[in-house]
């Protein structure tokens, strides 16, 4: 059994998807990038602000479900350039300050809206 669940504080899918779905106690949310939902534009400025952006919009996305991001157990994140990855690694760990989850971090070619960051994530519920 799953459950769609979206919230109104992230920016809406684009497409035949949902901000994230939560089966047998699994939340697993879409990738993100750093639009802000309340004028539905990608961020302007640095790498730290589109981070900080996408960290809050999986906030209200965990948020939604019930969870924080003490839930997260796995982060998949993608950079267009990986020489930023140490100013995103700063605004993570705001937000991942003790037992971070399992990640995986690439440089890829190019990101929707051509973003410079887009994070994905797994959480799991409370016992």
Known sequence: MKKIINSLNAPAPVGPYNQSVLANGVLFVSGQIAIDPSVNKLVDGDIKAQAKQVMENHLAILKEA???????????????????????????????????????AM????????????????AVQDN
Do not use: H, T
């Open 66 to 104: 019930g969870m924080d991001f003490s839930n997260v157990v796995k982060v998949s994140l993608f950079i267009s350039d990986m020489n930023d990855f140490s100013q995103i690694n700063e605004v993570y760990a705001i937000y991942f300050s003790e037992n971070s989850p399992a990640r995986e």
């Open 107 to 122: 440089e890829v070619a190019k990101l929707p809206l051509n973003a410079n960051i887009m994070m994905s994530l797994v």
